[in-house]
Nanobody, 127 residues
Framework: QGQLVESGGGLVQAGNSLRLSCAVSGLTVRQYAMGWFRQAPGKGREFVAG????????NYADSVKGRFTIARDNGKNTLYLQMNSLKPEDTAVYFC????????????????????WGQGTQVTVSS
């Protein structure tokens, strides 16, 4: 069974940066589209960014566009989320997710489309 483990969360001041990582095991990662989602206190889980199997197609939520960058290294079985210019409203638990989609190019923002999930990593941005 596939296992996803996030790391890199923490407490930072507004305007600073963090890079999240998601280590994938038990899956042939190049057959999977990947995504980052987040859940703030008292809110539902929302799409942040997605990337197709090759890394050639990406998509972002409007709230993070221009500040966050999603990337993947299939050789290292790892997904990344570079977060710059962080804002207090970015405070949330961040989850990585995988969706079986070999050779696909579409990026889905519906969490129900993703079959594998990590346990999440907390990101807290202070003002």
């Amino acid at each position: 069974q596939g296992q996803l483990v996030e790391s890199g969360g923490g407490l930072v001041q507004a305007g600073n940066s963090l890079r999240l990582s998601c280590a994938v095991s038990g899956l042939t990662v190049r057959q999977y589209a990947m995504g980052w989602f987040r859940q703030a206190p008292g809110k539902g889980r929302e799409f942040v960014a997605g990337i197709n199997w090759s890394g050639m197609s990406t998509n972002y939520a409007d709230s993070v566009k221009g500040r966050f960058t999603i990337a993947r290294d299939n050789g290292k079985n790892t997904l990344y989320l570079q977060m710059n210019s962080l804002k207090p409203e970015d405070t949330a638990v961040y989850f990585c997710a995988a969706r079986f989609d070999p050779f696909g190019s579409s990026i889905l923002n519906d969490q129900k489309s993703y079959a594998y999930w990590g346990q999440g990593t907390q990101v807290t941005v202070s003002s």
